[in-house]
């Protein structure tokens, strides 16, 4: 069933108006006719259940049939703290961390990042398309939010930001002990708001790492091998939401 994103404000009397890039969608890609089903969803975690009710130029209109409360979404919230990485991979990773249940995703500036945003222009069009990732990304997999990807921050602003955090990880590469990892794991409740901090190519210098630390980041080991940037914060990613969701 197709899934579309609403606000509050488009929800009348039984109906829902459906306006913006959506309508061209639904009537010249998907061919959609009157009848035919759909969810709306209001980004909070409620799911409306719904039939197509009319098709206008500028708006299709939804009659609702059902409300439920989304089921795809984690108790808790998980924030990505991701270190740029170089060409396309933050892309992948939007969109795989949306899959896995992330509810932020925060792009970070550090010492070993390669990428340069310098230019403002170019910022804002690297974020518009990392947001519609995300768009993409949540209706694939049936979320009941749109995880926001944030502005570039800095490292010392991406450390304050995750101060209002109930538990922090930062996976590191000179960190040893799968057990101390999963015991920090295991503290972790399906409740929390959880951030992961994940390095660039190059990981983090030793000072970053401790300077984390004192904003209660705790190095974790994610295995021997070494991995790819993109590879360190799904793997976390996988655990967390495996923690949070079943609740052992």
């Not at 951030?195 to 190095?219: C, D, L, M, N, T």
Request: with cysteine.
């Amino acid at each position: 069933m197709h899934r579309f994103y609403i606000v509050n404000n488009q929800v009348q009397d039984g109906t829902i108006h459906l306006t913006g890039e959506d309508v061209n969608h639904i009537k010249n890609v998907l061919r959609m006719r009157i009848g035919e089903k759909a969810i709306l969803c209001n980004q909070e975690g409620k799911d409306y259940y719904c039939s197509v009710l009319d098709i206008r130029s500028d708006s299709v209109i939804f009659s609702i049939e059902e409300e439920k409360n989304s089921d795809t979404e984690l108790k808790g919230k998980i924030f990505l703290f991701q270190g740029l990485p170089k060409k396309d991979k933050m892309e992948l990773i939007i969109q795989k961390a949306v899959e896995l249940g992330v509810y932020e995703i925060i792009p970070v500036m550090t010492s070993r990042t390669i990428v340069k945003l310098e230019d403002a222009k170019k910022e804002q069009k690297k974020l518009e398309r990392w947001q519609a990732i995300s768009v993409s990304a949540a209706k694939q997999s049936g979320r009941g939010i749109i995880p926001r990807v944030t502005e570039v921050y800095s490292f010392k602003e991406a450390l304050e930001y995750a101060n209002k955090l109930d538990k922090k990880l930062l996976p590191y590469e000179n960190e040893k002990g799968m057990l101390f990892t999963r015991e920090v794991i295991e503290q972790i409740n399906p409740a929390d708001s959880v951030g992961v901090f994940i390095g660039p190519e190059g990981g983090f210098e030793e000072r970053e790492v401790q300077e984390a630390s004192k904003y209660g980041f705790v190095p974790i080991t994610l295995g021997k091998r070494i991995l790819r940037t993109e590879t360190a914060g799904l793997t976390a990613l996988s655990l967390l939401m495996f923690k949070m969701e079943s609740g052992i």
